[in-house]
């Protein structure tokens, strides 16, 4: 994932806490911070969150009900505690999870997943201004309620400015970015294409593939245009991969595209 921004409270040994208390607190305190500390902490450090989240970004999949309890049990505390890792992986989960009630066709329940986006994703700006992340999940819930235009394209913008090259969030963000790439404005076109071209500068050939499957028509040419100087086995492998969803690719830098390949 991403870097941890500097505003989240670092870890403290427990040794370290305890000496805390003992140096400054009247026994109430004391046992009102124990007890705060032991409710809140099973909740912020479960593993499940950044095991899954990473998973999650790598593109697996989960059952729904199984996200959403995760989500329940760990947001509170991450809301309470401003903890921008721990809100940077719900709202991963909170994505995944809108994205999936978005293919099902249910309405109401994709409002709601969008509106729990959102707000999630205000949460995390709040405790963190620069998270792209952040942004990218205020656009997502945006871009479904309100359709593309300046608002959302703004939204967008702020996620490729504080977060230009990390893997992960190109992932699923290049997809809706290239979509919207004829009514984008230069400055987003070119990130778009450099999310692209980063992706397949990496040898993530099928993902580089699907990207340019889920690019307008338009925009298909200046990615493969970024694949030029590349070696001849990274062209054919991205060529394979493209051809093999039923795509045709024609473009100058493949005078192979008419041999066989498997």
């Known amino acids: 994932m991403s870097r941890e921004p500097s505003g989240e409270p670092p870890a403290q040994p427990a040794g370290s806490a ?9 026994v109430a305190l004391a046992a009102v911070t124990l007890l705060w500390i ?43 505690l401003c903890s921008a890792k721990t809100l940077r992986e719900i709202l991963l989960l909170q994505l ?25 994703s205000r949460t ?15 656009y997502w819930a945006e871009i479904r309620q309100a359709g593309f235009g300046p608002r959302t394209a703004q939204l967008l913008e702020l996620s490729y400015r504080f977060a230009p090259h990390e893997a992960w969030l190109q992932l699923i963000r290049a997809p809706l970015a290239l979509r919207i790439f004829n009514a984008a404005s230069p400055g987003l076109k070119d990130y778009a294409v450099q999310d692209f071209a980063d ?9 580089a593939a699907a990207l340019y499957q889920a690019a307008a028509a338009s925009a298909r040419p200046g990615l493969l245009d970024r694949t030029c100087n590349a070696p001849d086995i990274d ?26 390949h498997g």
């Open 38 to 80: 032991a409710s809140v902490a099973p909740d912020v450090t479960n593993p499940a969150v950044p095991q899954i989240a990473g998973r999650v970004a790598r593109g697996e999949r989960y059952e729904l009900d199984r996200l959403r309890w995760i989500v329940a049990e760990n947001l509170p505390s991450a809301r309470r």
């Open 96 to 120: 995944a999870i809108a994205d999936e009630s978005t293919r099902s066709g249910d309405l109401k329940q994709t409002d709601l997943d969008a509106a729990a986006v959102a707000s999630t």
């Open 235 to 260: 062209r054919e492998l991205l060529m394979h991969f493209v051809t093999e969803k039923g795509l045709p690719l024609r473009h100058r830098c493949y005078p192979f595209e008419d041999r066989p």
């Open 18 to 26: 305890f000496r805390w208390v003992l140096r400054g607190s009247t």
């Open 124 to 138: 995390l700006l709040a405790c963190a201004p620069t998270e792209g992340l952040g942004w990218f999940g205020s």
């Open 199 to 207: 992706i397949f500068q990496a040898r993530l050939f099928p993902s």
